[in-house]
């Protein structure tokens, strides 16, 4: 298996990106879906996740350059002009309005970040960087780490709020800490989740810090190895009952009638 995003495999290895292994494991036919379909597509939920992705990635890439700090101002043109672009290239089945409110949550979203987040991240090694990481033999795990600094590595979320419990449980840091170490020669210090949300018509942020053992690394190692295999076999499940995602605000492949076994189908 390849990724398009991350070419290059050699001597036959299987390769698994960090945001489609965490795709298999949230729901298999979505995974399967985006295998098969030609285009991508997302929600307007998701395209804000982008879009606030984008500001964030401008202003590490200044303070690795050690530039001026990007005002808010721009932070937000780089935003709007990254959920442009996806809402042009990407199949969003959504209303004129909710895209618009979409938009909206976008520039705020990362006008957020600027005052929320970005005062709390100094000494940016490197951002938005590809990443391979050989984590057993044959198996290659890829992927885009958002920030890296000295002895950490942080992941920013925008939508649900997230918990102290989620961040020390998500499978996508012990990821993110294995491709830091293949970039450093070092495991991470620590690990962080940057949670951007909208409570009661304002953004707020809040930094969720936690650390990864060998014993949890060694788990992920093991589940991207099960994934390799039901990948291999062509076993693709649906999202688990009552799954928060399977639902007409964060899946696409719900949203145009796509899956049929979403609830209700």
């Not at 606030?52 to 202003?59: C, I, K, Y």
């Not at 291999?232 to 796509?258: K, M, V």
């Amino acid at each position: 298996m390849t990724e398009p995003r991350y070419p290059g495999v050699a001597d036959g290895a299987f390769r698994i990106s960090n945001s489609s292994l965490q795709q298999l494991l949230r729901c298999g036919l979505a995974f399967l879906y985006a295998r098969e379909d030609r285009h991508r597509s997302a929600t307007p939920r998701m395209v804000i996740g982008t879009a606030v992705a984008a500001a964030a990635e401008h202003d590490n890439r200044a303070k690795i350059a050690q530039a001026p700090r990007p005002s808010l101002a721009e932070l937000v043109d780089v935003g709007v002009a990254r959920f442009e672009r996806e809402v042009s290239e990407v199949d969003v089945p959504a209303s004129r309005l909710e895209l618009d409110q979409a938009k909206d949550s976008a520039a705020e979203g990362s006008r957020a970040y600027g005052e929320l987040v970005s005062p709390g991240i100094e000494d940016v090694l490197f951002a938005e960087e590809v990443v391979i990481a050989t984590i057993s033999p044959g198996l290659e795990l890829a992927g885009t780490v958002d920030t890296i600094q000295h002895g950490v590595v942080r992941d920013t979320k925008t939508g649900r709020r997230w918990t102290k419990q989620r961040a020390d449980a998500t499978r996508q840091l012990s990821a993110y800490a294995l491709l830091y170490e293949a970039r450093l020669g070092e495991p991470p210090a620590r690990v962080a989740i940057d949670s951007l949300y909208e409570e009661r018509g304002r953004w707020r942020a809040e930094t969720l810090w936690s650390r990864r053992s060998e014993r949890e690394l060694s788990a992920f190692v093991e589940t991207a190895e099960r994934a390799k295999a039901a990948i291999e076999s062509g076993t693709f499940l649906p999202a688990p009952d009552a799954a928060w995602y399977c639902s007409h605000d964060w899946c696409p492949f719900w949203r145009n009638n796509r899956c049929s076994a979403r609830p209700g189908a």
